[in-house]
T-cell receptor, first 115, second 115 residues
Framework: DAGVIQSPRHEVTEMGQEVTLRCKPI?????LFWYRQTMMRGLELLIY????????DSGMPEDRFSAKMPNASFSTLKIQPSEPRDSAVYFC?????????????FGPGTRLTVL | AQSVSQHNHHVILSEAASLELGCNYS??????LFWYVQYPGQHLQLLLK??????LVKGIKGFEAEFIKSKFSFNLRKPSVQWSDTAEYFC?????????????FGKGTRLSVIA
């Protein structure tokens, strides 16, 4: 298996622009997670899906952030409009099984820089 | 809210030195405990995990961790580090109750191993 795939790997954009991050989870995994990693706040869970349904989006910082999972093999995280404080590495992870305690497999991340 | 504390932000060791990275969590109930590692330029991957049973858990690459319930701790250890262990290490916890909660990650400890 190719593992969790994320694109793009790097994104540089200007403040106010829309940014879309993409994730393909490992085939057969029931859970998909979006995280944000910054020096100040560490690794934060933004939202997670179970069987394509958003379960908990309490970590989404504000309405500028939205996430979708239209099918089992694809998810997007969108920021509109983007701001410099959104600069971070965004990770997608997926896990198999019925329990949140199952091992999460992380993608390589998207490094976002908002100028 | 549940929190995970990793007290050491950056640890520098010489090769062959012994390693212990601290991890404490705040939740008093039943928990699952994890250590993830992020090698430079790579994604997070699971090092080891504890669900139940023997509180001393063996992981990959010679790492182990000990769950001490009375101290709310899950410290990571390795008797002799190698240069290739240079990475960032994350402790993570999730609560086990009527429904598992998502993982909460510590802010990470950066380990630098020097020759």
């Amino acid at each position: 298996d190719a593992g969790v795939i994320q694109s793009p790997r790097h994104e540089v954009t200007e403040m106010g622009q829309e940014v879309t991050l993409r994730c393909k989870p490992i085939s057969g995994h029931d859970y998909l997670f979006w995280y944000r990693q910054t020096m100040m706040r560490g690794l934060e869970l933004l939202i997670y899906f179970n069987n394509n349904v958003p379960i908990d989006d309490s970590g989404m910082p504000e309405d500028r952030f939205s996430a979708k999972m239209p099918n089992a093999s694809f998810s997007t995280l969108k920021i509109q409009p983007s701001e410099p404080r959104d600069s971070a590495v965004y990770f997608c992870a997926s896990s198999l099984g019925q329990a949140l305690a199952d091992t999460q497999y992380f993608g390589p991340g998207t490094r976002l820089t908002v100028l | 809210a549940q929190s995970v504390s990793q007290h050491n932000h950056h640890v520098i060791l010489s090769e062959a030195a012994s390693l212990e990275l601290g991890c404490n969590y705040s939740y008093g109930g039943t928990v699952n405990l994890f250590w993830y590692v992020q090698y430079p330029g790579q994604h997070l991957q699971l090092l080891l995990k504890y669900f139940s049973g023997d509180p001393l858990v063996k992981g990959i690459k010679g790492f182990e961790a000990e769950f001490i319930k009375s101290k709310f701790s899950f410290n990571l250890r390795k008797p002799s580090v190698q240069w290739s262990d240079t990475a960032e290490y994350f402790c993570a916890v999730n609560r086990v109750n009527s429904g598992n909660t998502p993982l909460v990650f510590g802010k990470g400890t950066r380990l630098s191993v020097i020759a």
